[in-house]
């Protein structure tokens, strides 16, 4: 399997932009897909956005869309996580995933097999 690692977290203002990064290492991520979910203290699990192994198409929670933008660079054997706009709501540990199944691309946790240790993002109000 391919092994996951985050970086780019931290403290940032309400208002603010962090960038996230996934870098993979073991395998090439070329043919998985990618997803980023968040867990915030007391709640479970969430998922944010997905993109395919092409990087052709990417999904994102509704909520979430044109604050977040997911994409990949297959050459880097890395994806990302831009996020713009930071809300406090949007506090939590930011964890990538990789997976090969199609239901991966529809946000199901199940359809990754790889995940990576998480990431904290604090944003202030």
């Known amino acids: 399997q391919v092994q996951l690692v985050e970086s780019g977290g931290g403290l940032v203002q309400a208002g603010g932009s962090l960038r996230l990064s996934c870098a993979a290492s073991g395998r090439t991520i070329r043919g998985y897909n990618v997803g980023w979910f968040r867990q915030a203290p007391g709640k479970e699990r969430a998922f944010v956005a997905a993109?395919?192994?092409?990087?052709?198409?990417?999904y994102y929670e509704d909520s979430l869309k044109g604050r977040f933008t997911i994409s990949r660079d297959n050459a880097k054997n890395t994806a990302y996580l831009q996020m713009n706009s930071l809300k406090p709501e949007d506090t939590a540990v930011y964890y990538c995933?990789?997976?090969?199944?199609?239901?991966?691309?529809?946000?199901?946790?199940?359809?990754?097999?790889?995940w990576g240790q998480g990431t904290q993002v604090t944003v202030s109000s």
């Open positions: 993109i395919s192994w092409s990087g052709d198409t990417s």
């Open positions: 995933a990789a997976g090969t199944r199609p239901i991966s691309l529809s946000g199901s946790p199940a359809g990754f097999g790889s």
